[in-house]
């Protein structure tokens, strides 16, 4: 698959490194592990979870986080969604 968007182009190739790791970690590919759709969606769940506490980790340290050599900034009086 092609796309001319570097960033979608970098998400990729994460996603691809990641799931090396996963077949090198695990044995098997994702397509080919045994997990009923439960134990998929409780997986999915405690990584939601996870990053929910890597952003507030984020946003108590300083509110200017960088993120691939460019920096966010964190309006911690936001309360909407996005």
Do not use: H
């Not at 980790?57 to 900034?73: A, L, M, N, Q, R």
């Amino acid at each position: 698959m092609k796309t001319p968007d570097k960033l979608v182009k970098k998400v990729m190739n994460k996603m691809a490194l990641r799931a090396n790791q996963g077949m090198i970690k695990f044995g098997n590919t994702m397509e080919d592990a045994k997990k009923t759709k439960k134990e998929w969606l409780i997986e999915a769940q405690q990584e939601c979870l996870d990053m929910a506490v890597y952003l507030e980790k984020c946003i108590e340290d300083e509110s200017t986080v960088s993120w691939e050599g460019e920096d966010v900034i964190i309006n911690e009086s936001y309360g909407g969604t996005i």
